[in-house]
């Protein structure tokens, strides 16, 4: 078989046309990113603070974001008397073997 390492050889003007194809292709999609970012700015706000208190969201919290709602705590997330975040319960051992 053909070694995946293998290289064709290209002429310069064939590998500076590919490089500007990809250039045009990575161009069109950082500025439509850019666009997305700009325009949904809140929302991304909206999940860093989610991030920020929650340290981890889920499809829930998302959507809620996605759809303007403040995002609800995860499922069987608490809080201490002080605020702070109390961490979920451990993970028992793993399942018995039938």
């Not at 981890?56 to 705590?73: F, K, S, Y």
């Amino acid at each position: 078989g053909r070694s995946v390492s293998q290289h064709k050889n290209v002429s310069d003007d064939t590998a500076r046309k590919i490089d500007e194809v990809v250039r045009t292709i990575l161009d069109k999609a950082y500025a439509r990113t850019t666009q997305i970012l700009t325009e949904n700015i809140d929302k991304l706000h909206a999940m860093a603070d989610a991030l920020m208190t929650y340290e981890t969201i889920d499809v829930t919290q998302i959507d809620a974001i996605m759809e303007g709602r403040e995002p609800p705590p995860p499922t069987g997330w608490t809080k201490t008397d002080k605020g702070e975040a109390m961490p979920l319960p451990p993970i028992g051992g793993p399942a018995a073997q039938t």
